[in-house]
Nanobody, 123 residues
Framework: QVQLVESGGKLVQAGGSLRVSCAAS????????MGWFRQAPGKEREFVAS????????YYADSVKDRFTISRDNAKNTVDLQMNSLKPEDTAAYYC????????????????WGQGTQVTVSS
């Protein structure tokens, strides 16, 4: 079965950087799209970024474009989200997700989800 475990969330100051990671297991081949989502208190969960495991093709929400970078490590089976120039509004629980369908990931409905890791950006 697919398991996704996030790590790396913590408290950082505005303007700082942070890298969160998702360890994936149970993916039987590379034809999955991996995604990062976030949910702030009182707000709906939103798409942040995605990467197609087989091709490395990436896609970002406008709110994080040019600040965040998603990447995958085939050897370690991890998907990372490098976050730079962090803002207080980036504060949220960050979730890793996976699905064979890129459309379902970008549409916010991937099948597999991790438990989340908390990122807090102080002003």
């Amino acid at each position: 079965q697919v398991q996704l475990v996030e790590s790396g969330g913590k408290l950082v100051q505005a303007g700082g950087s942070l890298r969160v990671s998702c360890a994936a297991s149970g993916l039987t081949d590379s034809y999955y799209t991996m995604g990062w989502f976030r949910q702030a208190p009182g707000k709906e969960r939103e798409f942040v970024a995605s990467i197609r495991w087989s091709t490395g093709s990436t896609y970002y929400a406008d709110s994080v474009k040019d600040r965040f970078t998603i990447s995958r490590d085939n050897a370690k089976n991890t998907v990372d989200l490098q976050m730079n120039s962090l803002k207080p509004e980036d504060t949220a629980a960050y979730y890793c997700a996976a699905d064979r369908s890129t459309g379902r990931v970008r549409g916010g409905e991937p099948v597999y989800w991790g438990q989340g890791t908390q990122v807090t950006v102080s002003s």
